[in-house]
């Protein structure tokens, strides 16, 4: 499979090595879209000053040396320097029906990497809010990106299971027995259970020392303690993964990570880091102090290993943290799919790590900053009394109007078949939303324009795929009976889907490279646009000839895996109709 930019790229380097010598042979050939023809290498620009020449003449003389009429049928010089050039029709027609006959659908498979995706994060007995969205559904898509690329991603969902509020947790669990309706809240409303025992630990002096000597039970690693705090693990996982079934994300029991795991490591991590001469003793507390990190009226910020009180915080734990996944995962990038306010922290920790010895060159540590979702006020998103807003609750709501819209719609369709299609395009709205948009920036979270059938928006691609699907029901030809088809182009619309089909593989790569799920999203949209061009202009199924016909399928064959493939990796559902 060829993927148009790189290939023009290695023609026109060779061109540049044969024109100018062999030191010029690796030069950037500049290649970009171009609004006066499919490509423009813009090369002449940056080498004239370079050569000595006029930026034309260096173009001319790229061009005289340009090996690529087998790809290109028109190559042009333009304005100061750009050479045109226009991929030949047969070409286009070849490449993309080979799409058709490649599982991978033009994605490289690139070298295989260790990647652990440090993504989701709830805390135990507590429940997911809207700010678990984003995390959960960004991090998801990019496991599933990274994979389909050839990577080996290890999920790891670092869960909050450890430290002092579960004194009060395994007391209140203990109080109340766990086959009762209180302990039962853990699967459905942890955020009740936690309440009412942070309700006694306020308002019981006994009951808060109870829950103090149960965290130094805890600690010590008492077995008896310790049995009570997994039977809170396990009433909790319930909840999470109602949550992640709802929202159709791949973590599984067997991706939990918490902070619990680290616990036996942290003495460890801070004497190393002592022995080491990076940590040093500062009012009572342990701390490394690292050049460049300077608060108000330039005072050193310092990462605080072990409190004073001897307790050990965030900082030893990820510390610790990223050392496992270094050395014991042999990664070779770490990604930290979280809020972007944690930056500050996570270099810190990443670079006193590396002062450290614990993470070699060839390991990268990458935070993948999420910014916040927003109400229509601009705000933070969150109920009126101010409250996160329950995740489930979100999803619930979602379903629940998309089942409006489509009861409205297709009143033909039976209750389960509408139920089911709510489902997958509720669910698939809200997930498409958080993608759709650069994961760094903030966005506001609005129903309305998330179930809207134009746009960049979900439903908008699941009907996409949908239309596609019912073009070959009504043609009485399967999707991959037309795949056989030979594509030819006539037309331009047809021309543009089939160039724009080119596209899928180089930008996946481009995902799972620069760790972009939105990158993916604007290629779809812009693919689902290229459709209703090509359907008002080029009739498929009543086209003058049956070799247009058959050609039209085998483009739409190729639309439909990858408007299909390319949904699956948001991990978005694809509706059979909509």
């Not at 319930?238 to 973590?251: D, I």
Request: aromatic letters at 6%.
């Amino acid at each position: 499979m060829a993927d148009p930019q790189e290939i023009l790229a290695q023609r026109v380097q060779s061109a540049l090595g044969a024109a100018f010598g062999p030191e010029y042979a690796d030069a950037d050939p500049v290649i970009r879209p171009s609004q006066f023809a499919d490509f423009q290498a813009n090369a002449a620009l940056a080498l004239a000053k370079r050569l000595g020449r006029k930026p034309r003449e260096v173009a001319a003389q790229i061009v005289e040396h340009l090996d690529a009429d087998d790809l290109c049928r028109a190559v042009e010089i333009s304005g100061p320097g750009f050479v045109n050039l226009t991929l030949r029709d047969d070409w286009i027609a070849a490449q993309a029906h080979a799409l058709l006959g490649d599982p991978r659908l033009g994605t490289p498979l690139q070298r295989r990497q260790n990647i652990p995706i440090d993504y989701s994060a709830p805390n135990v007995a507590k429940e997911m809010h809207v700010g678990h969205l984003r995390t959960t559904v960004v991090g998801d898509a990019l496991a599933r990106t990274l994979e389909f690329l050839g990577h080996n991603v290890i999920r790891q969902n670092h869960v909050g299971d450890w430290g002092t509020p579960f004194g009060m947790l395994i007391e209140h669990l203990l109080d109340v027995g766990d086959t009762s309706a209180e302990a039962e809240l853990l699967k459905s409303d942890p955020n009740a259970f936690y309440q009412a025992a942070k309700a006694k630990f306020d308002g019981s002096e006994e009951f808060a020392e109870r829950a103090r000597k149960r965290v130094v039970s805890l600690q010590a690693g008492d077995e008896g303690t310790l049995e009570i705090w997994r039977e809170l693990i396990e009433l909790s996982k319930a909840y999470f993964n109602r949550v992640y079934s709802t929202l159709e994300v791949t973590l599984t029991d067997a991706d939990l990570a918490g902070e619990s795991m680290y616990n036996a490591m942290l003495e460890g991590v801070c004497q190393e880091l002592e022995d080491q001469g990076l940590a040093v003793m500062s009012e009572g507390a342990l701390c490394v102090f690292l050049d460049g990190y300077t608060g108000r009226e330039g005072k050193p910020v310092p990462l605080i290993i072990r409190k004073s009180d001897g307790g050990y915080g965030y900082a030893t734990t990820d510390l610790a943290t990223i050392r496992y996944r270094a050395r014991e995962l042999e990664a070779d990038r770490v990604l930290y799919v979280v809020g972007a306010p944690q930056n500050l922290h996570f270099r810190m920790v990443w670079e006193t790590a590396r002062k450290a010895g614990w993470v070699p060159e060839g390991t990268e540590p990458i935070h993948v900053q999420i910014g916040n979702v927003l109400g229509s006020d601009g705000k933070i998103l969150r109920t009126r009394s101010g409250k996160p807003i329950r995740l489930m609750e979100l999803l619930d709501e979602a379903v629940q109007r998309a089942s409006a819209v489509v009861e409205e719609n297709r009143p033909d369709l039976d209750a389960g078949t509408r139920e089911h299609i709510a489902r997958e395009v509720g669910i698939g709205a809200v997930k498409y939303a958080d993608l759709s948009v650069s994961h760094d920036t903030e966005y506001v979270f609005d129903f309305d324009r998330m179930l809207a059938l134009t746009g960049n928006t979900g439903p908008y691609l699941q009907y996409a795929q949908a239309r596609l699907r019912s073009i070959f029901r009504k043609g009485g030809v399967a999707p991959e009976e037309a795949a056989a088809g030979a594509i030819t182009i006539g037309e331009k619309a047809e021309r543009d889907l089939a160039l724009r089909l080119l596209g899928f593989g180089p930008t996946v790569a481009l995902v799972g490279d620069n760790l972009e799920p939105h990158r993916l999203c604007g290629y779809l949209f812009d693919l689902a646009q290229e459709l209703t061009a090509f359907y008002e202009h080029c009739p498929v199924l009543t086209a003058d000839t049956d070799e247009r016909r058959a050609s039209r399928l085998a483009l739409c064959a190729a639309a439909l895996r990858i408007l299909v493939q390319g949904l699956d990796l948001l991990g978005v559902r694809a509706p059979e109709q909509m």
